[in-house]
């Protein structure tokens, strides 16, 4: 069974940096690309960035842009979210998602109904 476990959130002072990683185990396929969403409380699900296993195709939502980097290690089955100049509107639950099969357009990854597998998510919190 897959599993996806993220670490690293935690509390943070505006304009500073935290790096998440999404372990994923117990897959026995090829997987396709990786994504992360945060949820504000009382807030839909929204995407914040994807990376695809093979090629390393990135791609970000507009308000994280500049700031927070994707990164994979295939190696590793770990996708790293590195967030700087954190700002209080980034708090949120900050949970990795996996697709396990090609999209028919190469932007199909940026829904959360584009995902197989979720993690449970970690808490980031930005203070002002």
């Known amino acids: 069974q897959v599993q996806l476990v993220e670490s690293g959130g935690g509390l943070v002072q505006a304009g500073g940096s935290l790096r998440l990683s999404c372990v994923a185990s117990?897959?026995?396929?090829?997987?396709?690309?990786m994504g992360w969403f945060r949820q504000a409380p009382g807030k839909e699900r929204l995407f914040v960035a994807a990376i695809t296993w093979s090629g390393g195709n990135v791609y970000y939502a507009d308000s994280v842009k500049g700031r927070f980097t994707i990164s994979r290690d295939n190696a590793k089955n770990t996708v790293y979210l590195q967030m700087s100049s954190l700002k209080p509107e980034d708090t949120a639950v900050y949970s990795c998602?996996?697709?396990?099969?090609?999209?028919?357009?190469?932007?199909?990854?940026?829904?959360?109904?584009?995902?197989?597998?979720w993690g449970r998510g970690t808490q980031v919190t930005v203070s002002s």
């Open positions: 998602a996996e697709r396990t099969t090609r999209p028919r357009q190469a932007m199909g990854i940026l829904t959360l109904y584009d995902y197989d597998y």
């Open positions: 117990g897959r026995t396929f090829s997987s396709y690309a």
